[in-house]
């Protein structure tokens, strides 16, 4: 059974102050209509959303928006992989799809996370971690990236300046994005000169904090949705989770998780990952990109980082990475930013045009991840 | 444009007053351990500290006996005092009365203490203008004080300081400015408060700024320009509440003030964010330098939220009046730095049992 994408909405990223996570919802449905998504057939709906218990108090999220959207009396599911949750939510609907249990899957990501002070936000995204042996003491989502970016750093005799390279790409990538959070130029020395986060981490390495919301139609190669309505196609996708605790692995300069999921794809879609036009990773703290980039076999283990300050990947380059912008520029809903990676993959594939130039590209790939790289996940997609 | 109640009325006297301290930024950065260039970064030099024996009352006192020197009238003219602080040294006792007992006002007059977080010396000021445009009374005296506190350690800490700014309101024509239109915009935003009882206020970090801050100023800024038709061009200068030494510029910029008409009132970066001194300290060193014939936009907040706007037109008597006062310029000159645990005793940060 083939699986495709039939449809795809997006809303601005931004700090909704006044909006819901119903209301975010609602918007990227609304949008999914306004591009003429084919909502009618749906069956079954899944809601990606990592905060959702803890900072809006409110489970079974997926039954409370399927109200707000009149769906009720369906199949719905809320799908929590951290940072991977999105994709998590769209494996889940393709698998769905797959066995037959449901034609046509609206998957929605949500998170809304500017309500609360920086104490509150630190505290939701440790979870991630180890709690009783991480978070428990004071690890912070940052201070783990910042022990991966020391190690690598050092490692690979890079300067913590070197890192810089990365976040001016993305905030260049993100300028002319619709939906992207931050729409800016930044310069070597206002990343160098911006707050420490966590050493040797700065506030311009890291992803804002967002709420937002996008959605995709995951559509069975029989269901009812008209032929022309699809955009691109899941060719193959796989997750994969390893040691959460730092203490416990091996190696801090790369994700195990990665490699199980990287061998997974191109053993079970038969393409190899140097043939793909477009990628979207999950650059989160920056430091995540170059292990990424080395984990997916585009560069030399310890070279990613030089290939990146060397100009690669930048939009023409194969792979293109990340030309909406990444985490870092055009945000980071948590739970909702898998569902944005691949409806940017499915829209650029489809009818891509980036800074006014067509994307010109037949395969796209999507990595999320959940957590510093305890989850890692890999969808591939193709154009139609 | 047409006329409004409001040109009935003037600032007849202003004064200010800053405590002598002040404490450097990097004193702050190296007691907390914030990275150099933080205070800096928030376009703060240093802040002014009252003393042990300083509080909102006895600087508003002497802010208020600069403005009431500048008026020329007798004290016992004036028919309403408004006390806009959120430091008062009671809970539950009026702190205007103290004023208006020291300043030689009472009995014959209104006295009560305004809350509204930074903006309530701003809305004695407007309801001043009601009062004396009405013929109820004659001259009306709105001060706003504060030595406004900070959770030690907290951002908040960069900029909380203490200061006074005073104005007597009295008719147009013995004013030293005039009023020529005034505009509130408020809604319910809780971006900044303290509980009954709990020493420091809380803050919800980025929401003070673009939901709170800005959204109120640029509102409370658009509805005096659409009342009264005038445009930004219009004004030769313009003093936003100033919580940091960034956002006035800030939001004078989005409003199309460039920064040469905000920089002279903006006094932050020497003296921190009095609170309900803030902007209104930013006016007062207006009306000691500014031309006759000079218009300034005068646009407070306070917390919780609401922003007034006003257009002042500064007259020829503001000359005359200057020097019957110190001026502002001489506040922020008469200084002496102190070190961060001299700070924590003026302000009380330091814990003991018995003595004060």
Not at chain 1, 123 to 133: C, D, K, L, P, R
Not at chain 2, 165 to 172: H, N, Q, R
Request: net charge negative.
């Amino acid at each position: 059974m083939r699986v495709f994408i039939t449809g795809y909405g997006l809303s601005k990223i931004s700090r909704w102050f006044g909006e819901t996570l119903e209301d975010l919802a609602f918007k990227s449905v609304k949008d999914i209509e306004n591009k003429g998504g084919e909502l009618r057939e749906i069956d079954a709906l899944i809601v990606a959303n990592s905060f959702g218990g803890i900072l809006q108090s409110q489970n079974l999220l997926s039954s409370l928006i399927a109200e707000d959207i009149g769906f009720s009396g369906k199949l719905t599911m809320t799908v929590e992989n951290g940072g991977a949750s999105g994709a998590s939510a769209i494996l889940t609907a393709s698998s769905l799809v797959k066995s037959g249990l449901a034609k046509n899957v609206l998957v929605i990501g949500v998170e809304k996370m500017s309500d609360y002070i920086g104490s509150v936000f630190n505290h939701s995204i440790s979870t991630f971690m180890n709690a009783e042996h991480e978070a428990f003491y004071g690890s912070t989502l940052a201070s783990g990236f910042a022990i991966l970016a020391r190690s690598y750093l050092s490692k690979y005799k890079y300067s913590e300046e070197d890192l810089g390279a990365w976040p001016i790409l993305m905030h260049e990538n993100a300028l002319d994005v619709p939906h992207a959070q931050l729409k800016f130029k930044i310069t070597e020395e206002q990343v160098n000169s911006s707050d420490i986060v966590s050493s040797p981490l700065r506030v311009l390495h890291s992803p804002p904090v967002s709420d937002g919301s996008a959605a995709v139609i995951v559509s069975a190669e029989d269901s009812s949705i008209p032929k022309e309505k699809r955009l691109a196609e899941i060719k193959f996708g796989y997750l994969s989770s390893h040691l959460m605790e730092l203490s416990l692995r091996e190696n801090l300069e790369e994700f195990y998780a990665l490699k199980c999921v990287k061998d997974a794809l191109e053993k079970g879609s038969s393409i190899d990952i140097k043939k793909v036009d477009l990628i979207e990773i999950s650059d989160d703290y920056t430091i995540s990109a170059p292990i990424i980039i080395e984990g997916l076999g585009l560069s030399d283990k310890g070279s990613g980082l030089r290939s990146i300050l060397d100009g690669r990947y930048r939009l023409g380059d194969k792979p293109s990475i990340n030309v909406t912008g990444g985490t870092k520029s055009r945000g980071h809903p948590f739970g909702a930013t898998g569902v944005y990676q691949v409806a940017e993959v499915t829209s650029l594939l489809s009818d891509g045009k980036v800074k006014g130039a067509r994307v010109n590209g037949e395969l796209g790939l999507v990595v999320s991840m959940g957590g510093i790289g305890t989850v890692l996940s890999g969808i591939l997609l193709e154009k139609v | 444009m047409s006329v409004f109640p409001e040109s009935k009325v003037g600032i007849v006297g202003w004064g200010s007053y800053f405590p002598i301290y002040r404490l450097s930024m990097e004193e702050i950065e190296k007691q907390w351990g914030f990275p150099n260039g933080t205070g800096n970064g928030l376009g703060m030099k240093e802040k002014a500290v009252a003393y042990t024996d300083e509080d909102a009352t006895t600087m508003g006192y002497e802010a208020a006996r600069n403005a009431i020197a500048r008026s020329e009238i007798d004290p016992k003219k004036i028919g309403a005092v408004f006390f806009g602080t959120e430091s008062k040294p009671y809970a539950v006792k009026p702190s205007a009365t103290i004023l208006a007992e020291a300043l030689g006002i009472t009995p014959d007059t209104m006295a009560s203490d305004l809350e509204f977080a930074c903006r309530a010396g701003s809305e004695g000021m407007r309801a001043s203008i009601g009062l004396v445009s009405s013929g109820m009374i004659g001259y009306a005296l709105a001060v706003g004080s504060d030595t406004a506190q900070a959770n030690p350690g907290d951002i908040l800490e960069f900029t909380a300081s203490s200061g006074a700014s005073a104005f007597v309101i009295g008719p147009s024509r013995e004013a030293a400015a005039v009023f020529e239109a005034s505009y509130s915009y408020v809604t319910d935003t809780p971006d900044f408060w303290r509980r009954g009882l709990s020493p420091y206020p809380l803050h919800g970090e980025a929401f003070t700024g673009e939901p709170a801050y800005f959204d109120h100023i640029i509102n409370a800024v658009k509805g005096l320009l659409e009342k009264t038709g005038l445009r930004p061009s219009d004004f030769d200068y313009a003093v936003f509440h100033q919580p940091n030494g960034k956002f006035p510029l800030k939001v004078g910029e989005r409003l199309g003030f460039p920064k040469d008409k905000v920089i002279p009132g903006l006094l932050t970066p020497f003296v921190g964010n009095t609170y309900n001194g803030s902007a209104l300290s930013g006016l007062s060193n207006l009306l000691d330098i500014a031309k006759a014939g000079s218009r300034i936009l005068l646009a407070p907040f306070g917390s919780g939220a609401g922003s007034d706007a006003y257009s002042i037109i500064v007259t020829d008597k503001a000359e005359v009046k200057r020097s019957l006062a110190p001026t502002v310029s001489y506040y922020l000159k008469r200084k002496m730095n102190i070190t961060y645990s001299e700070y924590a005793k003026f302000r009380r940060l330091i814990k003991k049992i018995g003595g004060d």
